[in-house]
């Protein structure tokens, strides 16, 4: 199974609203990531977990809020957002060893922010 | 720094025909992956091929081959024998120094959109 679920698949939310966006692997996987991709550009990193740890915050604003309750499960809380955070939010896992392996994603959450 | 560069951002070609999907790098890094992703517009990103700086042979995976030229910091992305199901966005990337306590940081080129016609 090399699947990556994220829930849900599309989500509207006014700016004074608060949301989480969830994602669960079932490949061992210790380390887990969140990316963020607008239109027409390439994702781009903004949280990095390894064994449960927070070990990157790409300079993320404080409105977004990573949560990693155990090795299967990451999410991540959304609060006070701005319309210019509307992205496809993407959900990726991988091996964390030494080396490297290939982070496998989900099918991503298409936030709208109003 | 780690730079990865797609300088085509639309290709076109024949289904059952070859394409050839461009990707430069620049890293300082002795150890580093390069990675292609295919991206339909559903919006899922999936794994195609990896290539590790120390490996000799290109990789293959099926249909896909990544042509790896490392002096000339190129590892560009062959697909034999396309399908109308090939047509999607392909974005490059790189895995530089492994992230204290595992896991991968990769930075991704700007994408190809290929479309693939009948």
């Known amino acids: 199974d090399t699947e990556v679920t994220q829930t849900p698949k599309h989500l509207v939310m006014g700016m004074t609203n608060k949301k989480s966006l969830k994602c669960e692997q079932h490949m061992g996987h210790r380390a887990m990531y969140w990316y963020k991709q607008k239109a027409k550009k390439p994702p781009e990193l903004m949280f990095v977990y390894s064994y449960e740890k927070l070990s990157i915050n790409e300079s993320v604003p404080s409105r977004f809020s990573p949560e990693c309750p155990n090795s299967s499960l990451l999410n991540l809380h959304l609060h006070a957002l701005q319309p210019e955070d509307s992205a496809l939010y993407l959900c990726?896992?991988?091996?964390?060893?030494?080396?490297?392996?290939?982070?496998?994603f989900g099918q991503g959450t298409r936030l709208t922010v109003v | 720094a780690q730079k990865i560069t797609q300088t085509q951002p639309g290709m076109f070609v024949q289904e059952k025909e070859a394409v050839t999907l461009d990707c430069t790098y620049d890293t300082s890094d002795q150890s580093y992956g390069l990675f292609w992703y295919k991206q339909p517009s559903s919006g899922e990103m999936i794994f195609l091929i990896y290539?590790?700086?120390?490996?000799?042979q290109n990789a293959t995976e099926g249909r896909y081959s990544l042509n790896f030229q490392k002096a000339r910091k190129s590892a560009n992305l062959v697909i034999s024998a396309s399908q109308l199901g090939d047509s999607a966005m392909y974005f490059c990337?790189?895995?530089?120094?492994?992230?204290?306590?595992?896991?991968?940081?990769?930075?991704f080129g700007t994408g190809t959109q290929l479309k693939v016609e009948l």
């Open positions: 990726a896992s991988s091996r964390a060893i030494p080396g490297g392996t290939e982070a496998f």
């Open positions: 290539q590790g700086s120390y490996d000799e």
């Open positions: 990337a790189m895995r530089g120094l492994i992230l204290t306590g595992g896991g991968n940081k990769l930075t």
